[in-house]
């Protein structure tokens, strides 16, 4: 009761920075609820410093971390693996191609840029999965910083807003098709809204074209890589903890379920309780709903939690990595539909 006590004044302040969010994000699905909130938390930050904070503090470290991973493992009720199955079996191999490019040439911009690793490895893999939900998910497990997470989610939103806004006008360039169209904005774009929004431009300039259902589809198999990159990554956690403590001289005793994101498996466990009906389809929309709204919350948090000073001290290494990133995706998109016979040249 007392630690209830302790951290609810930071979650209701987080949650009522939350609320006129919700609704800007609505209002401009290609912005999202997400991004203004880390954005609004970062700017009470620049003038809010300690003490005035403190009565407010555990409850906003609460959400940053607890609530963020709730938030994570509902948004498994936005998932129907039967579906997903059925429909996003033909996106495979361009997202498994697309994944690995990010993540390798990820890795590879982190040498050559000499960047903060944390940083690094969410940029790659919001950009290879699914944005601020990956990020979310992977950050607890590689142990990353609130202006770390908030770095990494700016970059991620930067060039999502420039594909929602660019990606219609090139695919028309480009003469794709309804279901290309869809296809290609599921995989080349990163967050939930700006795939929406990309592909309901689309449907827009295109009376007729269904490309939104496909594009929405396309982005929840992408959703689903959430959980094995989520576990590879707390391998290679518990592998430099070994590393650092063989180093240190101390005796290496880590086992991996300490560093197991186990929030994951609820993740998984909520997906198959809403495709296999056990929870009713109105209740899942529900919860999803209730998913996004967590998700706002704990990235006011964060925002809150983050240092204008700490991001600068990153310079322009991960704007640079971000953008190499996102292009190189964007065009193994393109040449895996081409080889795939989607693209009519």
């Known amino acids: 009761m007392a630690n209830v006590k302790n951290v609810a004044p930071g979650v209701g302040l987080c949650a009522a920075i939350a609320l006129p969010c919700w609704f800007l994000g609505e209002a401009l699905p290609v912005v999202g609820g997400p991004v203004f909130a880390i954005l609004i938390g970062m700017v009470i930050a620049l003038w809010w410093k300690q003490p005035a904070r403190g009565i407010v503090q555990d409850g906003i470290g609460f959400t940053a971390k607890k609530v963020l991973q709730y938030a994570v493992i509902l948004l498994g009720f936005g998932l129907n693996l039967a579906q997903i199955a059925a429909v996003g079996a033909e996106s495979l191999p361009i997202i498994l191609t697309t994944i690995a490019t990010a993540l390798i040439v990820g890795y590879i911009l982190y040498r050559v840029l000499r960047m903060d690793s944390a940083i690094a490895t969410l940029i790659a893999v919001g950009s290879s999965i699914c944005g601020g939900s990956a990020i979310a998910a992977t950050a607890p497990v590689i142990r990353a910083k609130d202006e770390q997470v908030a770095q990494a989610i700016s970059v991620i939103f930067l060039f999502n807003v420039i594909a929602a806004l660019i990606f219609p006008t090139l695919g028309s360039m480009l003469g794709m098709s309804n279901e290309g169209f869809g296809l290609f904005a599921g995989t080349a774009v990163n967050d939930t809204s700006s795939v929406t929004a990309a592909a309901a431009a689309w449907d827009g300039m295109h009376p007729g074209s269904n ?99 700490e991001m600068k001290k990153s310079g322009a290494a991960p704007m640079v990595h971000g953008f190499l990133i996102s292009a190189l995706v964007v065009l193994v998109a393109l040449a895996v539909e081409y080889f795939m016979g989607i693209l009519p040249f």
Request: aromatic share 10%.
């Open 211 to 309: 490309a939104l259902d496909d594009a929405t589809i396309v982005k929840l198999t992408r959703t689903l890589a959430i959980i094995p990159t989520v576990v590879v990554f707390s391998f290679v956690s518990m592998h430099l903890k070994k590393k650092e403590a063989a180093a240190s001289g101390g005796a290496v005793q880590i086992k991996w379920k300490s560093v197991f994101p186990w929030f994951i498996l609820g993740f998984l466990a909520m997906a198959v309780l809403s495709s296999v009906g056990v929870i009713p389809a109105a209740a899942a929309a529900a919860l999803k709903k209730v998913s996004k709204f967590l998700m706002v919350t704990a990235l006011a948090a964060v925002g809150l939690n983050t240092s204008f000073a």
